[in-house]
């Protein structure tokens, strides 16, 4: 029998809660279902009724609160996304300033809904300077968002922490979903929502209203498809246009705009003025400028960015005779100068369910909340005139018996019951008179009250025939339309259409010198700078690396397996970093040929590494006088064959370390033996410099550096072995310090390899 537990149980120490019996999958399926509602409720999809999410809903409304109104003077923007995380959006500041820099961009935004004073971005997709810099309020549209907020016109919840209240959703007299559109990833469902134009979306919405059942086919007469801010040109069939409205899902193939430009004695170049919407232009154009490197557009012979306020890239042919729609056919097809902008009109109706719709349930579903909203608001307004009606008879009465009213309140202790029983008044009536101030007794005149009783009479007959009426209501919601479409016109700056429909485009044929194809190379480059490329991978043993001969008394360098298609990035001792193509490195029929006759590498600087080019991926460079930094593999890619200097050297340094970012540690060591562990985020990331410094030395020099994972210890290769130290707290200190002698065992070349 088992012995039973000697521990008796005392108030403090109560029995466990009772402990539930339930499967892993349903326990996992019970919290993902969740996780995945909160996601696409609360986070990644929109509302059909006012095209927001929970955030920008948030950022309006504390906006508002703030009383940034337009006419009114900007606040600093930290101030409105303080006053959102701590009211109403219970997440990061960073989120919350990156969806308010959203709202203001013009070149996100078709019609944006905050106006940004200070750095907000640009469309070359540099950031905008920090929340502190910037002021914000909001814009003519935003308001038209919030319109009748005060009256009822939609419903209220209480805030995450119940100490506020927000709206569920706006009253939108502005058509936000389709107008500035909108993207999303929840779940297993995802939106794609480009903008259009709002007069357009006014026709569509008018014509119907006065034909309920019309047909995409007729709505897309009024939309012919999507309005970009960044203009370009729409080149999709109207066929395919209507089929992607039709089935709420598709996608448009839009393009930059161009025009060829004359130059003297017969030349001429090409000048782009508008690229596809969401496209950085500092990215498109270092695309281009790798294309040309890499030989892949042969018709090109350079490409200029000579933009100011506007979009201007100047592209150079190779030659005039040269047709400008098939040298424009190539890029395309290279590069975002052509791009798919998605569709998937998956959003929450009314009932929070998300679905796909096609144009016709959008524009409906916005109609009905327009109408939703009109009531709720004439049903608030009649409330209102029928309180003060209310109100004024009371004052009415007051007038009449003026003086008797007056001695009633000074001489009685509780007038409020004594004036409803004399005067056969309400205690609303009775409350109005006793709240009353002494200098509007002069207003009490008997035509002045009855005037404005006659006002809101007239006014309370209409507001209760608009309620009885549904086409009248209609009528007025029309009226309302007509009114928006006058504002945003095409003939305001604002409401012109930027993005020009333009036909499908005739299939051209593209002369291409060379096709390149995609073939697994192995690397190698040995100690001496040979390099070479050997067809296939080789195993990562020790085996198959000593098959591979070299020149006597040479021996291995690199050995990278790669493709064709890659890019070899070649960081060298004078700071520089190279890039090499993999299909231009020579064979490995023989020993290759010295590197030095592919890029421009001093004879004094040795390499000291070499990888494969990851977008995503960081470096650690440092110099031997223990400087240093963290860049981006972006940052590096270097034009010519000259390469690009990325670590600035002294005269008496030399570039020492270079590896890769694989972990949140790294370690220092120098030719004194010391080493020195600290984090990485110690580090700044930086293009270019000289870097901060690593590890202090007294009569040394850095000698290695590597990138490490706490948890899993330090690793170095001694021997033909890999150790491992995981108890590092001796040499754990802050970034600068001398540190301590290296761990029993380490290489004797202070070297983690």
Known sequence: MAKTSSKTRTPDNPPPQEILDIPLREALSQRY??????????????????????????????MR?????????????????GDVIGKFHPHGDTAVYDAMVRLAQDFSQRYPLVEGQGNFGNIDGDNP?????????????????LEGIDEDAVDFRPTYDGSEVEPVVLPAAFPNLLANGTNGIAVGMATSIPPHNVAELCDALRYLIQTPSAGIEKLVSFIPGPDFPTGGLLVESREAVVNAYKTGKGSFRLRAKWEKEGLKQGAWQIVVTEIPYQVQKSRLIEKMAELLQARK????????????DDVRIVLTPKSRNVDPAVLMESLFRACDLEARIALNMNVLDKECVPRVMDLREVLRGWLDHRQDVLIRRSRYRLAQIENRLEVLAGYLVAYLNLDKVIKIIRTQDEPKPVLIKTFDLTETQAEAILNMRLRSLRKLEEMEIKGEQKQLSGRQAELKKLLKDEDLRWQFIDGEIAELKKTFSKSTALGARRTEIGDAPAELMVPVEAVIERENITVLCSAKGWIRAMKGHIADSADARAAIKYKEGDEEGFVLNAETTDKILIFAENGRFYILSG????????????VRLMIDLPGDSEILGMVLYKPEQKFVVASSD???????????????????????VGDKA??????????????????????????????????????????KYSGGSLSDLKTFTLKEGLSWASGGRTRTETDIRAWKGERAQAGKMAPTGFNRSNRFA
């Not at 996780?35 to 999410?53: H, N």
């Not at 299909?583 to 010295?594: I, M, T």
Request: avoid cysteine; hydrophobic fraction near 45%.
């Open 654 to 695: 030399k570039a020492a370390a270079f590896a890769s970012v694989e972990g949140d540690t790294i370690a220092v060591v120098g030719t004194n033996r010391k080493m020195l562990v600290f984090p990485v985020a110690d580090l700044p990331e930086m293009a270019r410099g000289r870097g901060v410094i690593l590890q």
């Open 65 to 81: 609160g703030l009383k940034l109104e337009p006419t009114l003077p900007p606040k600093k923007s930290a101030r409105v996304v």
């Open 129 to 145: 300077a920090a929340m502190r810099y910037t002021e914000a309020r909001l814009t003519a549209v935003a308001q038209l968002l």
């Open 297 to 308: 557009l042969p018709l090109l012979d350079d490409v200029q960015d000579e933009s100011a």
């Open 626 to 648: 223990g400087r240093g930094f963290i860049v981006k593999a972006d940052e590096v890619l270097a034009q010519t064959k000259n390469g690009k200097q990325v670590l600035n």
């Open 583 to 594: 299909d231009k490195l020579p064979s490995a029929r023989g020993f290759g040929e010295p």
């Open 33 to 62: 279902l969740s996780y995945a509602l909160s996601t696409i409720m609360d986070r990644a999809l929109p509302d059909l009724r006012d095209g927001m999410k929970p955030v920008h809903r948030r950022l309006l409304f504390a």
